[in-house]
């Protein structure tokens, strides 16, 4: 797995919008060191085309278009929909941008939207993080799950408490890098 914020000359898998701005670019930029291929390509645009956040960063599919990526991942955080159904609103969305619902597909806490822009067939993944935790407690979650590595989520949910378990995160995933690439030498 490779993260770029530029394509280049290169062809990506999968196209990553968020629905809050940049804040989780530091965070996906840590994963692909953990998972050490180069076959995958996940584009997380730097600067983006257009900069927007909620429901309205959906608009930049368009954006995109040209690049030829149908599998977006599209993480927003859960109080985008104040208490409304999620699924309904981002359809509502991409039908107001001019993009086809062809079905939807609930998985766990995330749903797949397969739709189509223009003769382009896209799978939409749409993740939901919330509607009280942010994207950092579901990441340190994961780590705790996959990893056996348990991150303090104890405290205020406020920004402080955002940016330490963020670089709580960040480190754990640097640190388990580092252990799996010393087993491989060895």
Same mark, same amino acid.
């Given at each position: 797995?490779?993260?770029?914020?530029?394509?280049?000359?290169?062809r990506?898998?999968?196209?990553?919008?968020?629905?809050?701005?940049?804040?989780?670019l530091?965070?996906?930029?840590?994963?692909p060191?953990k998972?050490?291929?180069?076959?995958?390509i996940?584009?997380?645009?730097?600067?983006?085309r257009?900069? @927007? !956040?909620?429901?309205?960063?959906?608009? !930049?599919? @368009? =954006?995109?278009?040209?690049?030829r990526?149908?599998?977006?991942?599209?993480?927003? =955080?859960?109080? !985008?929909?104040?208490?409304e159904?999620? =699924?309904?609103? +981002?359809?509502?969305?991409?039908?107001?941008?001019?993009?086809?619902?062809?079905?939807?597909?609930?998985?766990?806490?995330?749903?797949?939207?397969?739709c189509?822009?223009?003769?382009?067939?896209i799978?939409?993944?749409? +993740?939901?993080?919330?509607?009280?935790?942010?994207i950092?407690?579901?990441?340190?979650k994961?780590?705790e799950? %996959?990893?056996?590595? %348990?991150?303090?989520?104890?405290?205020?949910?406020?920004?402080?408490?955002?940016?330490?378990?963020?670089? =709580?995160?960040?480190?754990t995933?640097?640190?388990?890098?580092?252990?799996? !690439?010393?087993? @491989?030498?060895?």
């Open positions: 797995m490779r993260l770029v914020e530029d394509l280049g000359k290169l990506a898998q999968f196209l990553i919008i968020t629905g809050d701005g940049r804040s989780e530091k965070i996906f930029r840590a994963l060191e998972y050490n291929g180069k076959d995958l996940l584009f997380f645009p730097f600067p983006p257009s900069r @927007k !956040t909620g429901l309205n960063a959906l608009n !930049t599919l @368009k =954006d995109y278009k040209s690049d990526i149908n599998s977006i991942i599209y993480i927003v =955080d859960g109080d !985008t929909f104040k208490g159904s999620a =699924d309904v609103k +981002v359809q509502k969305h991409l039908k107001s941008i001019g993009i086809d619902i062809i079905n939807i597909t609930p998985i766990r806490e995330a749903f797949l939207i397969k189509r822009s223009g003769d382009q067939e799978f939409l993944h749409c +993740v939901i993080v919330g509607p009280k935790t942010f950092e407690e579901e990441i340190a994961l780590i799950l %996959k990893l056996r590595k %348990k991150i303090d989520l104890s405290g205020n949910r406020d920004n402080n408490w955002k940016k330490r378990v963020k670089k =709580d995160v960040i480190q995933l640097r640190e388990n890098k580092v252990k799996l !690439t010393f087993k @491989k030498q060895s």
